[in-house]
């Protein structure tokens, strides 16, 4: 049943459109507290209807982080081990953020146009960022809407695409992080084999709605299975630059105690840059994760 986040009765929340794009900030909810499963369910519907979530000043240490995400599912460790919180593995840290001299966060990740976990053979769903510490200047996430981005397509190109499948590669996209970032370590033969390519489709549909969504990325997306060569490099090119047009687009500007959720069917993102010698940045992502039930549900036919 869909509930609508304003015709909850034991609560005062409020939606805020944050962009004619997407995204919306839910207001009078503390994560971190006891939260009814009837706020989760709307928070779901809100999430299949928004893309993005924004929770401003919430007081989160890692438990009340863990907890709360996990009430949307199962959660997932992510391939950068090194960059795990110590003793608490299901929190992955971001930034330019060191202890005693040596990097806890990864300082490179995101740069590029993606969507979390999609070199896995079942992606994670979710993603659920919270600022620990925010550059006053740079660092926004800009996130694009991936259904909005299909909507728009001609029909006759919806039509050539929605049977296309398209490549994705952990072991690509990390040799090209390491061309960047020579801190990050070599990708040994083990890790490789932990993390093979995979075959998604173009076009996935929410779970829940039915709702399309074109599903590729320049970070992962290597090619196209069916077309391979220059036609399909050109068309995944085409496909990835449609997608971040200004008009599908959100930046947020983070603030110290922002929790953003999103949606990784539905979602692209990236980070932008800031001046990391002057400014430290640290953020904590739990990941919700895919699973083979969820995936089958979001395959068109």
């Keep these: 049943m869909t509930v609508d986040l304003q015709d909850i009765a034991d609560t005062s929340l409020t939606l805020r459109p944050l ?3 997407l995204g919306a900030e839910v207001s009078g909810l503390d994560v971190a507290h006891d939260v009814s499963d009837a706020t989760i369910e709307a928070l779901r519907d809100a999430l299949d209807r928004y893309g993005v979530l924004l929770f401003r000043d919430q007081v989160l240490d890692p438990e009340a982080h863990i907890a709360f995400s996990h009430r949307f599912g199962a959660l997932q460790e992510v391939a950068q081990k090194q960059y795990q919180m110590q003793g608490r593995p299901l929190i992955y840290v971001i930034g330019n953020v060191e202890e005693n001299g040596r990097p806890i966060g990864d300082p490179s990740v995101g740069r590029l146009w993606h969507s979390d976990q999609s070199f896995l053979q079942y992606p994670a769903i979710g993603s659920l960022l919270y600022g620990v510490e925010c550059p006053p200047e740079g660092a ?16 006759d190109l919806r039509r050539r695409i929605e049977s296309l499948h398209a490549i994705h590669s952990f072991s690509e996209y990390y040799e090209a992080l390491r061309e960047r970032d020579a801190t990050q370590p070599e990708l040994t033969d083990s890790r490789r084999a932990l993390y093979p390519d995979v075959v998604h489709p173009l ?12 599903y590729i990325n320049p970070g992962y997306a290597i090619g196209i299975a069916e077309l391979p060569g220059p036609q ?52 904590h992502r739990t990941t919700v994760a895919g699973s083979p039930t969820v995936y089958a549900a979001s395959l068109l036919g």
């Design 203 to 214: 076009v996935r549909r929410n779970p829940r709605t039915g709702r399309k969504a074109l």
């Design 140 to 155: 926004d996430t800009q996130f694009a809407n991936m259904y909005a981005a299909w909507d728009a397509l001609p029909d």
């Design 232 to 283: 399909g490099e050109r068309l995944l090119h085409e496909l990835c630059e449609h997608c971040v047009a200004e008009r599908f687009v959100y930046a947020h500007r983070w603030r110290a105690r922002d929790l953003v959720f999103w949606d990784n069917l539905a979602v692209n993102h990236r980070g932008t840059s800031f001046d990391e010698k002057r400014w430290v940045r640290r953020m």
């Design 19 to 21: 962009s004619p794009a």
